[in-house]
């Protein structure tokens, strides 16, 4: 009987493949080409896998299973005339060991294959929104319905860029290279919310059993540190850094044993990594010295902070976190800070004033389809002594939801209102 080898496969593809694609981009020099390479690897993987069992290196099968197919392809593109580059790529590549020898050394000064696909995929010749739905896609190993949730949007629309943006950047012949560094500036918007947008999606699963995914976190502060060495004068790269950081220590503190959410009122924080809150304290204030403290990743530091300083729930200093959030919503316009900004004042002020701002948004219908809204409602609903509408709204908010242990949470508040 053949094992059954698709959860195992799943769980190390989740992490290996933006590596696999970046890698077997930067051998071909097309994006595009890299993906549906990879792709093959999956497709080989589920014919080996059950035969032969789950390699004891999973990952180092899946990289050079990726790289064979990367020559194979260059092979072929040789016959058809393209010979000198690809050849030279072959001999280094076979010059390196295919089972776990040293890597190939970086030929540029970023010295990272993921952080330079990030610059690749945010090039100018795109849209924004185009090469982060593409970065997303690449990097973080995002489906396009989990970009969607990330754009509130359709995954039609989602779907739609990452094929255009794809098609661009082979049309124009987009070199996979390192901009120099006086083009850095031009794709840094784009790359900061690539990065932050990973981040966000390890903090928080979108879909499936986990909560959490801390590999993509990892993944993610790293390519913010990187970043960070590249621009150290960008005070908007240190406020990405230090807000990753200052969430990431929370980590830990946010599952029970059996993988279940706690929310942040009710964590140990003594569960708390005081070395990644030392880390982002410092990358705050050196994005501060630097004349950052009114950017967006900044202020989003800076309400972290709040939370890393405080010695508990109840010390915690609502009031400037709300002030915080209210400048990022003059900064940013978004509904999701709005939200943010309403749970804040209802610990701040109490749930009826902040009532008040979530029935705006459900007015404005700009989340719709945006479970922490229902969720929020309904919590504030519930301490404002109304379960039966607070009941409905955590039903609302499971549904909307793709997250199975956030569904169950979700349920959970729910039943409680009913048995009161």
């Not at 290196?57 to 040789?78: F, K, S, V």
């Not at 830990?252 to 929310?263: S, V």
Request: aromatic share 4%.
């Amino acid at each position: 009987m053949r094992p059954d080898v698709s959860r195992p496969l799943e769980t190390v593809w989740r992490m290996e493949s933006p590596r696999l694609v970046a890698r077997v981009a930067r051998m071909t020099g097309d994006v595009g080409i890299a993906e549906e390479l990879v792709q093959d690897v999956l497709v080989q993987a589920l014919q080996r896998w059950p035969l032969d069992g789950v390699p004891k290196n999973a990952a180092a099968w899946l990289m050079t299973a990726a790289r064979h197919r990367a020559i194979d392809h260059l092979r072929q593109r040789a016959l058809h005339g393209e010979r000198q580059r690809e050849f030279a790529v072959e001999i280094e590549l076979q010059d390196a060991s295919l089972d776990g020898g040293p890597e190939m050394q970086a030929d540029d000064d970023i010295g990272d294959d993921l952080l330079r696909l990030v610059f690749v995929a945010c090039h100018p010749v795109l849209p924004v929104d185009a090469r982060v739905a593409l970065t997303l896609r690449l990097l973080g190993g995002l489906s396009v319905a989990e970009i969607a949730r990330a754009f509130l949007t359709r995954e039609a629309t989602i779907s739609q860029r990452i094929v255009r943006a794809k098609q661009t950047l082979r049309d124009a012949r987009v070199p996979f290279e390192v901009p120099r560094r006086d083009a850095f500036g031009e794709r840094l918007d784009a790359v900061l919310q690539v990065i932050y947008l990973v981040f966000n999606e390890g903090y928080a699963a979108t879909a499936g059993e986990d909560l959490v995914r801390p590999a993509l976190c990892e993944d993610a502060m790293r390519l913010g540190r990187v970043l960070a060495g590249l621009m150290p004068r960008e005070a908007e790269v240190h406020g990405l850094v230090a807000l990753m950081e200052l969430q990431a220590s929370r980590l830990h503190a946010r599952t029970d044993a059996a993988g279940e959410a706690i929310l942040l009122t009710q964590q140990d924080r003594r569960r708390w990594d005081r070395s990644l809150i030392l880390h982002g304290l410092a990358a705050l204030d050196r994005s501060i010295a630097l004349g950052g403290e009114s950017g967006a990743y900044t202020l989003q530091a800076a309400i972290a902070a709040c939370h890393a300083r405080a010695a508990s729930a109840d010390a915690t200093d609502w009031a400037r976190i709300a002030l915080l959030y209210a400048r990022l919503s003059e900064l940013t316009g978004s509904p999701v800070v709005e939200l943010n900004r309403a749970v804040a004042e209802s610990m701040a002020s109490g749930p009826a004033v902040a009532l008040e701002r979530v029935d705006r948004l459900v007015r404005e219908d700009s989340l719709d389809g945006y479970a922490l809204l229902p969720a929020v409602r309904g919590d504030l609903l519930d301490r404002l002594g109304r379960p039966d509408e607070a009941r409905r709204d955590f039903e609302r908010a499971a549904s909307l939801s793709r997250n199975a242990r956030e569904q169950r949470v979700l349920l959970g508040r729910a039943a409680r209102c009913v048995a009161t």
